[in-house]
């Protein structure tokens, strides 16, 4: 019996693999999608907008969205247009959340999800910020890993 349920999640899973859904992709799958001009950085970012507006009353996990987010989307969607090598890498044009108390040197408040530290002023991004921004991503914060 438990056997015959597994073979059925693995073979439903096979199927839905070979279509692309946003939800399910990998940042392979997105990056594959940006090359056959399927997809854009803006639209994948205004997908999560929408998903964090709708999710986030129940979850209540993400505190804020970068006001610059769909600028920055698309910046990286004419860099790919005039194929600039920044374009080739991993995470470029791909939204990232990073949890509150990682350092971002933006409009993005860094509080760790305390009042004593709204308006704080951060020197500069946190290493794996930077590192994350050299690949491309685009930072959101999040009260969770
Ligand atoms: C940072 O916090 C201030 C004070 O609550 C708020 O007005 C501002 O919108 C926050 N920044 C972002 C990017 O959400």
Redesign the pocket.
Known sequence: MIASIIIVILLSHTIESSKFTIPEATIHDIQAAFKQNKLTSKQLVEFYIQRIRKLNPIYRAVI?V??DALHLAEIADQQRKNKDPISRFGLHGIPVLVKDNIATKD???TTAGSYAL??SVVPRDAGVVKKLRESGAIIRKSKHD
């Open positions: 804020e970068n006001p409009k993005l408040n709204l308006n």
